[in-house]
């Protein structure tokens, strides 16, 4: 039996990682941690999964350094997807995010120095928004880190912080950054399913400058798939290593908001144009290469079947995220001291 502890793990990206494991692997234990702030929720995580004896959840915080040290001591294998993650959030109420983000993840690295005779590999999961807007595409693992809100500018701390730790302790960490993921049991806040949970309302579909902004949009369950690769790939292959995780292919908001639009059969009084976001990255693909020749990753899903499952998901889920219409909308303060929902 291995043990995993997965941070995170009632969000989104990490309770879909926790179906991916506990299906595939009937010898992993898997233990959650995760502080069920506003994006988390025990409804993320099947009951079967939460009933079962492979399983543990404990209600906690990053911060929580007893906590985190009595778990990581008990564990084989840490995947730290515990993160604050909405960049438009991070525009006002920007403080907690580099208290969740950075520090928490010292507590995660830390916590892990302490460990380190259990502790086999540390993955710790980034995000491609640490590099900015693309100075050249695809971007790859070597492209710089121009972060441009205080979320990537957090989650650029904590990549580093951990790149650190690597380099100045020998801890055996692997950092994955995922471009865009979208998919089942995405917070309302996020831009596919406020998209969609749009459409089923008849609502219109709020846009950010023209909509040209473009990202690589990977399916949540091909990360699961590539963290799960990067978990299980021989150590000398990754160790110290950073993964890039998404399909070179990248789709604009507006292109995006036009399938969405058709699926529904909804006219072009549903789109509706707003200011530009501030710190907006207006290019965004990524280089495959690494995760394919190092971790043998190239994700399954297309765009268009990804987002037809998606569509599906919250058709038929209606009642779970009817709850989080309230948050959809998210306050975001201008230099001049205005606020504006976005
Ligand atoms: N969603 C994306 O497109 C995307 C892309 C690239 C990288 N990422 C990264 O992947 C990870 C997961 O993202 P997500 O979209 O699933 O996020 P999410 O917001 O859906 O989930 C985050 C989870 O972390 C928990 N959490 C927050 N603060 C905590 C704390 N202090 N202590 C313990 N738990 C805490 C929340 O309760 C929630 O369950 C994050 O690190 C994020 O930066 C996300």
């Known amino acids: 039996m291995k043990t995993i502890l997965v941070t995170g793990g009632a969000g989104f990206i990490g309770s879909n990682f926790v179906r991916h494991i506990f299906n595939k692997y009937p010898d992993h234990r898997i233990i959650v941690l995760d502080a069920l702030t506003y994006a988390g929720s025990l409804d993320n995580i099947p009951a079967e999964i939460r009933d079962s004896e492979r399983f543990e959840f404990w209600y906690g915080e990053l911060n929580n350094l007893d906590l985190v040290s009595d778990l990581v001591e008990r564990s084989d294998v840490v995947v730290h997807f515990a993160a604050e993650t909405h960049v438009a959030r991070s525009l006002y109420l920007n403080r907690k995010f580099f208290i969740t983000d950075v520090l928490g993840t010292q507590s995660i690295a830390n916590a892990i120095l302490k460990s380190m005779q259990n502790i086999e590999r540390f993955i710790h999961i980034s995000t491609s928004e640490v590099y900015g807007t693309a100075l050249y595409e695809p971007m790859d693992e070597q492209h710089p880190l121009n972060p441009t809100t205080p979320y990537a500018a957090a989650k650029a701390g904590a990549d580093r912080l951990v790149y650190s ?19 089942p049991h995405q917070h309302l806040e996020k831009l596919i399913p406020r998209f969609i949970t749009s459409a089923i309302l008849r609502e219109p579909f709020t846009i950010h400058g023209d909509g040209s902004a473009a990202r690589d949009w990977i399916y949540v369950e091909d990360t699961a798939e590539a963290v799960d690769r990067a978990l299980h790939a021989p150590m000398e292959k990754v160790k110290g290593e950073v993964f890039n995780i998404g399909t070179g292919r990248s789709i604009s908001v507006l292109e995006i908001a036009r399938m969405i639009q058709r699926e529904f059969g909804l006219d072009d009084s549903y789109l509706r144009f707003m200011d530009e976001r501030y710190g907006q990255v207006q290019k965004h693909i990524s280089s495959t290469d690494k995760a394919e020749r190092i971790l043998g ?46």
């Open 165 to 183: 730790y690597i380099v100045s302790y020998n801890i055996p960490g692997v950092i994955i950054r995922p471009f865009n993921n979208y998919g």
């Open 297 to 342: 990753f190239k994700p399954t899903t297309s765009f268009e079947e990804g987002l037809s499952k998606t569509i599906q998901w919250y058709k038929d889920n209606r009642q779970y995220w009817e709850r989080q219409l309230p948050m959809r909308q998210v306050p975001v303060k201008r230099p001049d001291g205005s606020v504006v929902w976005y």
